[in-house]
């Protein structure tokens, strides 16, 4: 049994127990329906028995008191014993034989009693209720026939004694089926008894020392004897838990050695961290000197070049051949471009750096400003832009004007030929964040380039197709993700572009009494209240 798992030795013993119980509770089966027939027939056929006989010794002794009392007055009303005795007799006996299908000795001296008393009718009382007048009937009515019906009450009698008896011997044995049953009872608490103090003893020897000892020599490595060899005994459980530890132990203490080469790695990691730390100050120093130089040194010598090649364009237009003329425009569109890139690329770098704080921004009324920066793209176009129920936010007014004005832009630059542009910009919160959209009727954008869009200077088209630097939506892209947000193009819609961004909704935002935690967007109804910017710039 030493080869025994744990698992195995507790499965024997509960199946011992088990099977233990299971016979026991067999037998006080068999012993409890034992009883209940015992009881079912002291209660339901005794008691009823001895009641009923009773009775028909009662009935028997009528019938007799009507024969002699009509025998000796002549008058027939004192038959009226000896009927209702004999009707009581016939329904008593109905009575008592289902309950004597079991018991066919009583069942016996029943039918003793009723040939008896048939025999004493047929002998004594239906010749006096035959007789024609009272002499007659007198002389049925002798000692031999009071002979005959004490012999009917004996037989009565002894009915009774079985009818005693049979109670006798049903609550003898009830009483010795109940006492087998408390008996089981006994042996099943013994047998739970013994199997649970047979648990105890074999957990303490076999679990509970093996694990004491096993948890010593652990706290003893806990202490920091990694060298010691941890063992253990009991079932094969117990052993391989041991074995496994011992594995650990050997394993921290292997790591261990190569803590200390790695804390020398580590602190020259430190050192080299620390260097790059330093030379990443410095260069942010030299983008900041960068940033200066670009907005200062190097836009006015371009400004310059601009210039005098405009003064160009404007003086000899038409004095030269057409390649130079050519020439002079390619040379002014490339300057007034880098002038562009520059700008770009300042607002681009500036975005983070230079900050103003966040505060409370109300979107609606950015969009009245980006309204009126757009006013003169959305009048050539002939474009309506359209926001409703826009969000109070927390972020720059600056930025999130800046990031708005680069998308509605876009929307109306990137149209489609000979449809009007509409732009509709609207917000939606879902759960923690507001989902701001700006949807457009115009060319769209394919799903293959959804993310290439948000490049720096990644262009789908051509300039001279659309104009610009590519820049546009790579600033909207790094707004966003300053306040903490991210921004993409929904794929799923069937016509036009759909640019979604989210941004986090205020700690207490006075536009969410009592919202819901996901708000559908509203639909756009425009009105033309001069009143309200909000409603509509078209």
Partial sequence: MRTWTLRRRVGVLTAVVGVLLVLIAVVAAAVAAQNRNHLDTLLDKTGPLRTS?????????????????????????????????????????????????????IAHQLDRVEQQAAAWRSSVAEPVV?????????????DAA??????????????????????????????????????????????IIVAGVALLLSLNRVVIGPVTDLADQVRDVRAGDYSRKITGTGPPELSRLAA??????????????????????????????????????????DLEQFAYVASHDLQEPLRK????????????????DERADQYIAFAVDGAQRMQRLINDLLAFSR????????????????????????????????????????????????????????????????????????????????GDEWEISCADNGIGVEPEFADKIFVIFQRLHSKDAYPGTGIGLAIAKKIVEYHGGRIWVDAEVAEGTVIRFTLPVLAVDPSDDDAPAEQPPAQAEPTHDSTDMKAQLA
């Fill in 53 to 105: 006989t009773a009775a028909l010794q009662t009935a028997l002794v009528n019938q007799e008191t009507g024969i002699r009392g009509y025998a000796v007055s002549g008058d027939r009303s004192d038959l009226g014993p000896y009927t209702a005795g004999l009707a009581n007799e016939r329904e008593l006996i109905a009575v008592m034989r289902p309950l004597l299908t079991d018991h066919p000795d």
């Fill in 130 to 142: 035959a007789a024609p007048d009272v002499t007659t009937a007198r002389t049925f009515v002798t």
């Fill in 146 to 191: 009071r002979t005959r019906f004490d012999e009917i009450r004996a037989s009565v009698d002894e009915l009774q004694q079985q009818m005693l008896k049979l109670r006798d011997d049903a609550a003898a044995k009830a009483r010795n089926t109940g006492n087998t049953l408390v008996f089981l009872l006994i042996v099943a608490a013994a047998v």
């Fill in 244 to 285: 496994d530890i011992d594995s650990m132990r050997q394993q921290i203490a292997d790591d261990l050695a190569e803590v200390g080469a790695a804390r020398e790695r580590i602190e020259w990691v430190n050192g080299q961290l620390q260097r790059q730390a330093e030379e990443l100050i410095r260069s942010n120093r």
């Fill in 305 to 320: 070049v601009a210039s005098f090649c405009q003064l160009l364009q404007r003086r000899y237009a038409g004095q030269l």
């Fill in 351 to 430: 975005i983070g750096r230079a900050t103003a704080g966040f505060t409370e921004v109300d979107l609606d009324k950015v969009m009245t400003v980006v309204g009126s920066q757009t006013e003169s793209a959305r009048d050539y176009a002939g474009g309506e832009l359209v926001w409703h129920d826009l969000p109070t936010v927390l972020g720059e007014d600056a930025l999130l004007t800046n990031l708005l004005t680069n998308l509605v832009s876009n929307s109306f630059k990137f149209r489609r030929p000979g449809v009007p542009p509409r732009v509709e910009v609207s917000a939606r919160r879902i």
